[in-house]
């Protein structure tokens, strides 16, 4: 039984996967999209979707410095409040999408597509 497993650990130690996750996040708000694969793209979008809810509210150093120590990046940051947050002010939520893009040619991985909604 899956008791008490709170998410996916894709064969890595938790930096590691911490940084997988926040790399991936730094590549959507920077392109707007990106291919990987389905199950990291599953990973990712929770906490994209909250990043993007955290910074499409009043800007303050408060907000910028609580998306700058998860992201690590400043132009990821100032992506989020300029561009992202600002698009989706009205939005309840849901601000990503996750497309289906078939396998993978060398291992048969499930492929997909995660974009910004309306971008």
Not at 45 to 63: A, D, F, K, Q
Request: glycine share 8%.
């Amino acid at each position: 039984m899956r008791h008490n497993i709170a998410h996916k650990k894709f064969g890595r130690t938790t930096n590691q996967r911490k940084a997988l996750l926040v790399g991936l996040c730094n590549q959507i708000i920077q392109n707007g999209r990106i291919i990987t694969t389905l199950p990291k793209a599953k990973a990712v979008r929770p906490i994209l979707e909250r990043l993007v809810t955290y910074g499409r509210n009043e800007v303050s150093l408060h907000r910028f410095r609580v998306l700058l120590s998860t992201l690590r990046s400043k132009s990821s940051c100032d992506k989020i409040i300029s561009q992202w947050g600002p698009k989706y002010k009205e939005r309840p939520g849901g601000y990503l999408r996750i497309i289906k893009a078939g396998f993978r040619k060398g291992d048969s991985a499930p492929m997909a597509l995660i974009e910004f909604v309306e971008a």
